[in-house]
């Protein structure tokens, strides 16, 4: 059978390992207006504070993970020191990042959420979660299923263990 046609027999899920060049672009379009959708609510708090998306990451991900370190960050985001020190200096100057010496490699900074700074994650994670909800109850479980095991594939192959494991240490 030619690839593009589809037999009677063809299961739905047969269908979509043949995508056409114009569905997969129209799925690029989707994901990034629902990226801008997914980041406005926290965009607008942020933008008030004199904050952008990089303030964001590193505010997420220390609060998954307290105590982790500024090379774990680093590693984690994929921006240069420069610009992360950036980033953690305005958190830290704003008492919304503690940044403690490590208890056993003195050289590292330990990096966790003031009070503040937890109770600006859960603004910022709240606009984030209603939209979340909202779309994957109107969708449905076999959708919600479906579009982790997409986001799960588009992650770098070679991260996406570290990744999945990551998801894994940080459930409650």
Do not use: C, W
């Not at 919304?96 to 208890?103: T, Y």
């Amino acid at each position: 059978m030619a690839q593009g046609r589809h037999s009677a027999t063809t299961t739905r899920g047969e269908q979509l390992l043949f995508l056409t060049d114009e569905q997969l672009r129209q799925g690029i379009e989707l994901m990034f207006f629902a990226y801008r959708g997914f980041t406005a609510d926290p965009d607008r708090m942020l933008e008030e504070r004199g904050y952008g998306r990089a303030h964001h990451r590193a505010i997420h991900f220390i609060n998954r993970r307290p105590g982790l370190t500024v090379n774990e960050l680093l590693d984690i985001l994929r921006v240069t020191k420069q610009s992360l020190n950036r980033v953690l200096r305005q958190l830290v100057e704003d008492r919304l990042v503690a940044s403690r010496v490590g208890r056993e490699d003195r050289r590292q900074r330990n990096l966790y959420l003031t009070e503040a700074g937890r109770q600006l994650e859960q603004e910022l994670s709240a606009a984030q979660r209603r939209r979340m909800r909202v779309a994957f109850s109107n969708a449905g479980p076999e959708a919600v299923h479906g579009f982790r095991q997409v986001l799960e594939q588009m992650i770098d192959p070679e991260l996406r263990e570290q990744v999945l494991r990551s998801l894994e240490a940080a459930r409650p």
